[in-house]
Nanobody
Framework: QLQASGGGLVQAGGSLRLSCAFS????????MGWFRQAPGKEREFVTA????????YYADPVKGRFTISRDNAKNTVYLQMNSLKPEDTAVYYC???????????????????WGQGTQVTVSS
């Protein structure tokens, strides 16, 4: 089970830190990802991190602004979002999955478990 938190309302240029807590003893075996879905749009990949934390991958729109990290001792993955833009407004979902070699995947189908989502709203 995944529980995302940390969303909210922020002005453009501001920052937010999302957290996603994983329930269970196999967190370190899972690749973790963040996806988002804006109103009227399809869900899109944001970023992912390998099970060891040594490899990350970012979608182009968030490169240089967002940072994914994980703490395997706390069963938690984080998404630090800086320089937020109105187009970042969406519901953000964390996901966990067993991917080939434990490496990040951009494909939603690669993830087996999904959190409930947390709303991020960026005002202009």
């Amino acid at each position: 089970q995944l529980q995302a938190s940390g969303g909210g309302l922020v002005q453009a240029g501001g920052s937010l830190r999302l957290s996603c807590a994983f329930s269970g003893r196999t967190f370190s075996s899972h690749t973790m990802g963040w996806f988002r879905q804006a109103p009227g749009k399809e869900r899109e990949f944001v970023t992912a991190i390998s099970r060891s934390g040594g490899s990350t991958y970012y979608a182009d729109p968030v490169k240089g602004r967002f940072t994914i990290s994980r703490d395997n001792a706390k069963n938690t993955v984080y998404l630090q979002m800086n320089s937020l833009k109105p187009e970042d407004t969406a519901v953000y979902y964390c996901a966990a999955g067993f991917t080939p070699y434990g490496l990040p995947s951009t494909k939603g189908g690669a993830y087996d478990y999904w959190g409930q989502g947390t709303q991020v709203t960026v005002s202009s």
